[in-house]
């Protein structure tokens, strides 16, 4: 379900060198606020992650999961999906990004295979 913003937002670009780099702030903000929200986001910049590549280095046990099944339970083989050469260049992309930053590893697993499901992001990416 998407919902609307209550109240209507700026784009604020934090870092200059970075034209992506932008957060929304609330036009309802009385001026002072605002400027102060700004310039605190503008000097913590450094710390939001704006793509896995700004986050190499964490810890896998932090972000990793294990399915809790029965250890005797049957993997079940889905049927293969063919993607559009767009969609398939979207899923090698962010593949790439993903093994680049340390957050996931091939493995093999010759009984077992889950497809691949895009999501549209908010900003229709």
């Known amino acids: 379900m998407h919902r609307e913003p209550l109240e209507q937002l700026a784009k604020v670009p934090l870092k200059r060198d970075r034209p992506n780099t932008i957060v929304k702030v609330g ?4 001026k002072a606020n605002k400027l102060q929200l700004i310039d605190f986001l503008k000097r913590n910049a450094d710390v939001f992650a704006w793509s896995s590549k700004d986050m ?3 810890d896998p046990g932090m972000t990793q ?3 809790n099944i029965h250890p005797e339970a049957r ?3 889905q049927k293969s999906r063919k993607f559009a050469p767009d969609r398939q260049k979207t899923i090698s992309d962010e593949v790439d990004c993903l093994r680049e930053a340390g957050f996931i ?3 093999k697993y010759p009984r077992w295979l889950s497809n691949v499901v895009l999501v ?3 900003n229709g990416s």
Do not use: M, N
């Open 27 to 30: 036009t309802t903000l009385p």
């Open 56 to 58: 190499p280095g964490i």
């Open 65 to 67: 999961h294990r399915l």
């Open 75 to 77: 993997p079940v083989r």
């Open 105 to 107: 590893a091939e493995v």
């Open 120 to 122: 549209k992001k908010y």
